[in-house]
């Protein structure tokens, strides 16, 4: 549940296995969100999250080491180890595992994925972008997909435990926007993978006591079926599909990997039908069409407001 940060490293693989990396990235994430649910039955979401951050810290500690590229974070880089520690890893992950205890998995993954809207007001507010209008009014068609899941004819607005879970969502994707707007005016001077052990086992140490207070000592089900969830999380779901990613950014047009990503709710909502038997209500889809629409939206508005630009220049250099 990362988004892939572009590397000037010699890209590893050709544009096809980078596109199937990419296939495969997001088939895995949206997968994971169903399997999260199932694996909530065991255990607390709290050390839920707080285990699969760690083994994720130590499965990408691994991988560089036998690479030979496993390195402490620069001082350079260390401004966005804390940043993304906290609020992308410790924030993100145990305010979704938090609320997916209360919210269904398909719309939980819709609501998560409006971190791109909320990148448009802080690009504007924080960083003193220009919004386009591509970008404002994907921004209004993403309010109004947010507006049509919290519909008060369909939404049960006097259950506290489902008003929580929903505010963890949307606050867990205005964290993630916020370590993206971090990221993307930070100046590299480590590869962005090499720091990803470091974010990941700070957030482990930040949910750490947080799960103990809320939920007592850490419990760790041996049954297969937890373990097998727990893996999945861990190594297709967290460590494969961001590695996948992120060499998918290397080598494909970031339009491309942007919009692509888009598909991971619908997998998700997908995968939450078949394997948990949710609902495909009409509010839900519908909602995820606005909010899917708004964010293309607002990924595409640089990049045209660039081309028009280019084109300009070509017209009055003619």
């Known amino acids: 549940m990362t988004a892939p940060v572009a590397s000037t490293l010699r890209p590893a693989v050709s544009p096809r296995a980078a596109a199937l990396l990419l ?3 997001i088939l895995c994430l949206g997968i994971n969100w169903p399997l999260m649910k199932l694996g909530l039955r065991d255990i607390g979401p ?7 951050l760690f083994l994720a810290g130590v499965c990408y500690a691994a991988m560089l080491l036998a690479q030979g590229r496993l390195a402490w974070p620069s001082r350079q880089d260390m401004p966005v180890v804390l940043g993304a520690g906290v609020l992308q890893m410790a924030a ?3 305010l979704v595992t938090f609320a997916l205890r209360y919210v269904d998995a398909g719309r939980s993954s819709i609501l998560i ?3 791109s809207l909320w990148m448009v ?3 504007v507010l924080i960083l003193g972008e220009k919004a386009s209008r591509w970008q404002l009014a994907g921004l209004a068609l993403g309010l109004c997909g947010i507006g049509v899941l919290f519909n008060p004819l369909t939404f049960d607005w006097h259950s506290p435990t489902l008003l929580l879970g929903n505010g963890c969502l949307l606050l867990a994707s205005v964290c993630w926007a916020a370590a993206l707007l971090q990221v993307r005016t930070h100046r590299w001077r480590m590869d962005p993978l090499q720091v990803l052990p470091w974010q990941a086992l700070l957030g482990t140490a930040v949910l750490t006591p947080f799960a103990i207070w809320q939920e007592g000592a850490p419990h760790l089900p041996l049954s297969p079926g937890f373990l097998l969830v727990l893996l999945y999380s861990v190594v ?3 460590c494969f599909s961001l590695w996948g990613l992120v060499t998918a950014a290397r080598v494909l047009p970031a339009i491309t990997v942007s919009i692509a990503q888009l598909a991971t709710p619908v997998v998700g909502v997908i995968a939450a039908i078949v394997v948990l038997g ?6 839900k889809l519908a909602g995820l069409a606005c909010i899917l629409t708004g964010v293309a939206s607002a990924s595409l508005g640089p990049y045209v407001s660039r081309s028009k630009s280019r084109q300009a220049a070509r017209d009055a250099a003619a």
Do not use: D, K
């Open 121 to 123: 007001p802080g690009a």
């Open 92 to 94: 993100l992950m145990g």
């Open 113 to 115: 994925y409006t971190t």
């Open 278 to 283: 949710e609902s495909p209500a009409a509010a």
């Open 46 to 52: 709290l050390w839920f999250a707080t285990i699969r």
């Open 236 to 238: 297709p779901a967290t």
């Open 23 to 25: 296939a495969a990235s």
